[in-house]
């Protein structure tokens, strides 16, 4: 009889043991979740503002020391460094309103973002294109933006290959 008792209580604290680590998961993938999709909503808050000229708006969702290392623009040649910086970056790239931003795919892990891209603007139709296709990398820290690498081309798609063979070509746009 103690031996029947004794698988029944085993029986239960498993069971409790078993509902507690359940519900530890649920939290822990429930926390992760919301911390995505909070990163996801930072990122399309900032394509937002830009997309309608806000820089002010746009230089709020950085850190105050945050990094962009962009493949074009002023954080080009050395990355922008500071919400002064970007500031700059982002005023050159509100003043081309021929510029359009689709996101095609974010994928999201713990505090870094990677999404993919479609841009069209008057500069690369002059390339004879349509749109090109990038990524960029965000690295949050809460729910503001630290860095930004960005905008790295896919090479294996044909417009965004023939772009950066007439870009090579045409190094300051003519």
């Known amino acids: 009889m103690h031996a029947a008792k004794g698988h029944a209580m085993l029986k239960s604290y498993a069971s409790t043991i078993l509902s507690g680590f359940a519900a530890l998961l649920f939290l822990t993938a429930s926390s992760a979740a919301l911390a995505q999709t909070d990163a996801a909503a930072v990122q399309q808050q900032l394509f937002d503002a830009l997309a309608h000229g806000d820089v002010g708006q746009a230089v709020a969702l950085f850190t105050d020391d945050a990094i962009i290392d962009a493949e074009s623009g002023q ?3 050395t990355p922008c460094v500071g919400k002064d910086a970007i500031r700059k970056d ?5 003043m081309d309103k021929s510029r359009h931003v689709k996101t095609l795919s974010t994928y999201v892990t713990g505090n ?3 999404t993919r891209f479609e841009a069209s603007s008057a500069t690369i139709k002059k390339a004879g294109v349509d749109r090109v296709i990038l990524w960029g990398i965000r690295e949050m820290r ?3 933006i630290a860095t930004t690498r960005c905008c790295l081309p896919e090479r294996t798609d044909s417009q965004t290959q023939r772009f950066l063979d007439w ?8």
Do not use: I, N, S
């Open 75 to 77: 954080c080009a040649a």
């Open 90 to 94: 982002f005023e050159r790239y509100v």
């Open 112 to 114: 870094v973002l990677v």
């Open 142 to 144: 809460g729910d503001k």
């Open 167 to 174: 870009d090579y070509a045409h190094p300051t746009g003519e």
